[in-house]
């Protein structure tokens, strides 16, 4: 996994619809969506998964859905984003199948320590800054953290948690091989140009790591 | 199906824990149990399902899970009950498979007409009455509507909404197969007495009818 990965939030797509800023992002080079929907019925969820997926299909780019295992295996996403309230994860990885793509939350060292022995996909390090799009997290990792992550685990690291042009260099050089991001995509004035140069930090970290 | 059916509500259970409640409920005479959970973590709500289940298991009783089929798959449960905001149908069928009990509810006559071409293993009138432990609902059926129901439909009833000793009778004759219940056997000072007394009074229109 490498480059932008763009979690949703339909509260901060600034009049625009979800489904335009999903279409704007990955025209801009997003390489993967995560749709996190808390407070819609199961049957829009389904809906609006559904209607990503057929927007991604030409991109070739996965959808993964937050939380909601029953919504990935109705709408046929390509995987799951665990939190540590979510479906543990090796019921998530029975159900969903060898190739879906699996990521689990760590907030804690602990989490990282036991993250270490599951297949998981990818860890998702959140949050990397504090932010005010998920007020539920624990600590900031911060950059230190990161680092730190970076030195102990196998897994690959994808970061969130406040990321924006002005810092995703230094998240990149403290070892994410991805960069997810909400707001940063989801409130831009331009939803595309914003993932492309998002993209293109990570482009830059990426090659010179060799 | 027959008998008494419990939709659990943790916060009307009265200071006692809802497995508490369900061993009581079973104890009883319930012959099925839907835990509904709207407000926690999927993965309390995962660990609660597989606990009511092993509670479950030596009473044979069967396990429904209201809404969501990703707890339902998780914890082995026997069932979902769908609400008209839920998973579609069919799609809960195809991942469930065809020995899971899928339940649909019914709230508008349309419902009730559309669910007729489904092999749905019961319908739920909701709500038969008025109730308050239930706020998103349709105008309540009362007993005219659930015998216009019972005149028209192929499909197995489960009344429910408001559904109390007092009443049990008339919803039973109306052509209930099976009375669902919420308060009344949650919030009763004795669970175990009041499932008894609702399901004799099923079980005596029950021979009744022949």
Known sequence: MRGVYLVTDRGLCLNRSLQDVVL?????????????????????FIEEAAAVKKILLPFQVPLIINDRMDVALACGADGVHLGQQDMPY????????????????????EDVESVEKLDVNYIGVSPVFATPTKTDTKEP????????????????????????????QAVAEAGADCLAVVSAVCSADDPASAATELKNIMD???KKRG
């Open 24 to 44: 704007m992002a990955v025209r801009g080079g997003v390489s993967y969506i995560q749709l996190r929907e808390k407070d819609l019925p199961t049957s829009d």
């Open 90 to 109: 090796d019921k998530a990885r029975k159900l969903m199948g060898e190739k879906a793509i699996i990521g689990l939350s760590v907030e804690t060292w």
């Open 141 to 168: 990792w911060g950059l230190a953290g990161l680092r730190k992550i970076r030195a102990f685990s196998r897994h690959i690291l994808v970061a969130i948690g406040g990321i924006n042009i002005s810092n995703a």
């Open 204 to 206: 830059e970290v990426t």
